[in-house]
């Protein structure tokens, strides 16, 4: 069974700077994209930051030039490095593995951590 474990979410002061992982319990085939993905209270769930399996790289324009989503050769372990955070950067972020094969799509989440911040 497939489990995306985060870890490196916490509080800091605006100005700051977190680290995000998540690492896949195991390879995972016909992996399509991989992402970041962040939702505060009240909100809906938005794109962060999302990789193609061939290296393709999208921001959302309030991150850019701030976060940069990277990923381990393997595939098996996705980062998002934030820096300058801002209040508003505040919420549960996800990370996310989309695998299609055979024309079939299934998305992978892990279970969030808490990005909070606040001086």
């Known amino acids: 069974q497939v489990r995306l474990v985060e870890s490196g979410g916490g509080l800091v002061q605006p100005g700051g700077s977190l680290r995000l992982s998540c690492a896949a319990s195991?390879?995972?085939?016909?992996?399509?994209?991989t992402g970041w993905y962040r939702q505060a209270p009240g909100k809906q769930r938005e794109l962060v930051a999302d990789?193609?399996?061939?290296?393709?790289?999208k921001y959302a324009d309030s991150v850019k030039g701030r976060f940069t989503i990277s990923r381990t050769s393997a595939n098996n372990t996705l980062y998002l490095q934030m820096n300058n955070l801002k209040p508003e950067d505040t919420a549960v972020y996800y990370c996310?593995?989309?695998?299609?094969?055979?024309?079939?799509?299934?998305?992978?989440w892990g279970q969030g951590t808490q990005v909070t911040v606040s001086s």
């Open positions: 996310n593995f989309h695998v299609t094969y055979l024309g079939d799509e299934h998305d992978y």
């Open positions: 990789m193609t399996i061939g290296g393709s790289i």
């Open positions: 195991t390879t995972i085939p016909y992996t399509k994209a």
